[in-house]
């Protein structure tokens, strides 16, 4: 396997008024391609910042992260949305689906910034949804389908640009067991068979056994790594 | 061949994004139809208002009145002046005028009668709908009068009739005969024309004018002799007050321009306070969604691309209430049904020009109520905002 994700000497630090406060610490990480990395710590460890800092959505304060050859801190901009919109699927917690658009105009938004034909945003946007299961559930709007359902809504959001790396930050916090065992299987059948890349923050053990790679951080410093 | 990102999504969803608290667009909308509506209706009154001036100005027309304001509408001008007007080199014609107002059949309507000379009014400017025949009778006719078509339809009046105008206050009652109709078309439409010396014996002041109109042979000409006109009568009993009719009318836009200032104001202020509601309104709509902005921005729409959507849904809003005031206060205007109080058929109307304008208006009017939430809305960072905090 070859390395999607470098970080090494990587600090992130806040300012409160006068005092800084170190969020992550001299942090070095590689996830190879093809992996299922599962993040993991308590509270204010730090892993939902080194996401955000992964994802281009925050800049480090030191060190360097280089996602694809990439050094991400580099990007201005223009380029770091260009980037995230071709590189970066992403799953959160509470879904985050525009409520006034169907499930298939939700897989759609990310395909809206491409310049692509309609007929080719359709062909993608009904593949991906065949991917998870909800072909015949794409004009539900999200009030309209179960949490389960939403997330995988969203997970084909995360997919239909045939990102890099999908980054999944509490994937099954909101769900029951059963519909967080349907959301986590999908994921990893994507991973195994799709050969697709993810990294995940979660509290949640369960989840966290279906990676292939477990990485702990505690007070912003990387603790154990466990496979 | 180049393909571009899909407007026609983005557009979907902008519609989407307006139509989501169906109350509170609903709300949004009927205060921009309000506004528009007013703002219309002023552009309209003031449209109304510069025609009919610039409507009753000719360019070969001077006017001249008493150089004391408040002799206006008080017959003060010697009618002797009319010959020496009439002998001044340019001059083409010379006639005196004064007025008297009252009330038609209707209590409360208003008839405004213009006291003429017959021959030289006639000779100064040709009336439109006034047969020669009709004209000669006026001229004939000390108690004759030529009736705009207005004044005959609001009070159910027709040529060959016996009329009384009735005085308001001290003014006596007008006994007319009217000898021929004016068209609606001229600008003494909306008036009567009697023999002043007729007005003169029932109401008093003979040999006396509130004005003089006449014409000059080019309209170059007007500036020089109204000035040559003043310098002659400037140590007479009664010093005058000479203007071409153009710079007359623009004068009384002039009196007229606190009011239309204050009319312009009025309507402005409208639309401030619109920018400020729909504002309020989009504002309240980009907190709500301030997950869903964070979302977007991380799926990789720019902070222009955000600011685009916020704006265009306030611009779209804007429109649309802009659009339906403007068209409901035209459509009201062109009816015909809005007259002016007390000023018999002066009706007001409106025009294509008003309504584009007001129409066009709503959109810098959405523009600016979105651009504060907009600019607001891609200011937080984008890990904060996915939180949903506020």
Not at chain 2, 76 to 88: G, H, K, N, S, T
Not at chain 2, 191 to 217: K, N, S
Request: proline share 4%; net charge neutral; hydrophobic share 45%.
């Amino acid at each position: 396997m070859t390395a999607l994700v470098e970080i090494s000497s990587l600090r992130k630090s806040y300012w409160r008024g006068e005092s800084e406060v170190p969020v992550l610490a001299d942090l070095d990480l590689r996830v190879e391609r093809g992996e299922f990395v599962a993040l993991m710590g308590p509270s204010g460890s730090g892993k939902s910042t080194l996401l955000n800092l992964i994802a281009g959505l925050d800049q480090p304060t030191e060190g360097s992260l280089r996602i694809a050859g990439h050094e991400i801190g580099s990007l201005g901009d223009r380029a770091l949305d260009r980037w995230r919109n071709r590189s970066i699927g992403f799953v959160f917690q509470f879904y985050n689906l525009v409520p006034v658009l169907s499930a298939f105009e939700n897989v759609e938004v990310p395909l809206l910034l491409w310049p692509i034909s309609r007929e080719e945003r359709t062909l993608r946007v009904a593949a991906a949804l065949r991917v998870v299961g909800l072909v015949e559930r794409m004009d539900h709007r999200p009030g309209e389908l179960s949490g389960g359902e939403q997330q995988r809504v969203a997970i084909a959001r995360a997919l239909v640009t045939d990102p890099l790396l999908v980054l999944a930050d509490e994937p099954t916090g909101d769900l029951d067991e059963r519909n967080a065992d349907e959301v986590l299987a999908l994921m990893q059948l994507l991973n195994r068979a799709g050969g697709k890349t993810f990294v995940m923050v979660t509290h949640d053990p369960r989840a966290a056994a279906q990676a292939g790679r477990i990485v702990r951080l505690e007070k912003g410093r990387l603790v154990d790594e466990a496979a | 061949m180049r393909r571009f990102t899909s407007g026609a999504g983005q557009l979907r969803m902008l519609l989407r994004q307006v139509l989501r608290s169906p109350r509170r667009a609903l709300l949004t909308f009927l205060g921009l139809v309000v506004a528009f509506f007013l703002f219309t209706s002023l552009e309209s009154v003031l449209y109304t208002l510069e025609g009919l001036l610039a409507q009753s100005a000719s360019e070969t027309g001077i006017f001249m009145r008493p150089r004391s304001r408040a002799s206006f509408f008080r017959a003060a001008l010697p009618i002797r002046y009319v010959e020496q007007v009439r002998d001044m080199d340019g001059v083409v014609e010379a006639s005196p005028a004064r007025f008297h107002f009252g009330a038609g059949v209707h209590e409360g309507s208003f008839v405004a009668v213009v006291g003429v000379d017959p021959p030289s009014y006639l000779r100064l400017r040709a009336l439109e709908g006034v047969s020669e025949i009709e004209a000669q009778a006026f001229r004939g006719d000390r108690r004759g009068a030529l009736v705009g078509a207005r004044i005959l339809a609001s009070n159910g009046w027709k040529v060959g009739d016996e009329v009384t105008v009735r005085g308001r206050g001290r003014v006596p009652d007008l006994s007319l005969r009217i000898v021929g109709d004016i068209g609606e078309g001229d600008r003494m439409g909306r008036a009567a024309l009697a023999h002043i010396d007729y007005l003169a014996q029932v109401m008093g002041g003979e040999g006396r004018a509130a004005f003089i109109q006449a014409r000059v042979a080019h309209p170059s000409l007007a500036l020089a002799i109204a000035r040559s006109l003043d310098e002659r009568f400037a140590n007479f009993a009664v010093p005058t007050r000479t203007r071409s009719e153009r710079s007359h009318a623009a004068g009384i836009l002039a009196n007229l321009s606190d009011v239309l200032v204050g009319l312009r104001t009025i309507g402005y202020l409208a639309l401030l306070i619109t920018v400020l509601v729909v504002g309020n309104a989009v504002a309240m709509g980009v907190r709500e969604r301030t997950m869903e902005i964070g979302t977007l921005r991380a799926l990789g729409f720019g902070r222009g691309r955000v600011v685009a959507l916020v704006v265009g849904e306030a611009m779209l809003l804007s429109l649309a209430g802009g659009l339906a005031g403007a068209l409901g206060a035209y459509a009201l205007f062109e009816s015909g049904w809005i007259e002016v109080p007390r000023m018999t058929d002066l009706r007001l109307h409106s025009d294509a020009s008003v309504l584009a304008r007001s129409a066009l208006l709503s959109l810098p009017v959405g523009a600016l109520a979105g651009l504060v939430p907009a600019f607001s809305a891609v200011r937080r960072p984008i890990s904060e905002a996915l939180h949903g905090a506020d």
